[in-house]
């Protein structure tokens, strides 16, 4: 998310009006697919 504010800040990348959402959309991304890795990384046999 503070990669996307800082690009659209910063002028390298413009994400239009709605950059705040597509910040927020892609770090929710980020979280579930780290939760889901969790997750299914629990659920390995252990040694």
Do not use: F, H, K, N
């Amino acid at each position: 998310m503070t990669c996307i504010a800082l690009w659209q800040q910063l002028g390298i990348c413009d994400y239009g009006e709605l950059w705040r959402l597509v910040a927020l959309a892609v770090g929710l991304r980020l979280g579930g697919i780290v939760l889901l890795g969790l997750l299914a990384g629990s659920m390995l046999p252990s040694r």
